[in-house]
């Protein structure tokens, strides 16, 4: 399987340039690609990055954050924010999801990501949604991390950037291995979820995580 992944990851075009080459034609000059991470966690926050690319400064070996191993994401994301024009990122909490729903929940850390640089964009590229409530005018594009560089740049940022968020978190909230499955839903943290129940940073509302509040909550009330 490690064979066959490896030569996939050889085999992926490289996503390139060429709507940010022809939005610099069109005149547009500041353009930001964006893109999340952690959206189907059951713990942790969604972390949203937004990534001004310096166009003349080609980042090789950028992909989907997806397709990278850990240590080729952490080298990518130093050199993308050494060389780009401005990057930032937008955190919505795992209370936030509770309250708004995965999906605004999203659109929100995309939107904090973009108020975030500090240069302004003229057009922002995003993967599959479109950012609501933002006066800039945008383009979404299916599996824009796969073909769309500021994009796949965007991507890698907040991957990394909820890794490390995760990783730390772990020392927090010991017994989940937050630091191995990064609040997603591994055979190891649903056996830890069993055994100790939801934490504070456990989004309630996911089913997985649900189920397991009210098995608790009826062993309590036999005991």
Known sequence: ????????????????????HRLIK????????LDEAGRGALSGPIVAAACILNHNKRLYK?????????????????KIKQEAKAHSFGIVENSEI???GLHKAGLLALKRAVEKL????????????????????QKSIIKGDSVCASIAAASILAKVFRDNLMSRLAKRYPGYFFEENK??????????????GPCKIHRRNFGPVRKIKKLKGKSKNHN
Do not use: C, W
């Not at 399987?1 to 940010?20: F, I, T, W």
């Not at 069109?26 to 690609?33: D, R, S, T």
């Open 118 to 137: 500090k240069i302004k964009p003229d057009f922002i590229l995003v993967d599959y949604y479109k950012v609501p409530d933002i006066p800039i005018s």
């Open 62 to 78: 950028i992909r989907d954050s997806k397709l990278l191993g850990p240590n080729k994401r952490e080298t990518l994301a130093k």
């Open 26 to 33: 069109n005149g547009f000059k500041n353009i930001a690609g």
């Open 183 to 196: 609040g997603y839903g591994t055979k190891k943290h649903l056996e830890a979820l069993k055994k100790l």
């Open 1 to 20: 399987m490690a064979k066959e992944s490896n030569s996939k990851r050889k085999r992926q075009k490289a996503p390139g340039l060429e709507e940010e």
């Open 98 to 100: 509770e309250k708004f």
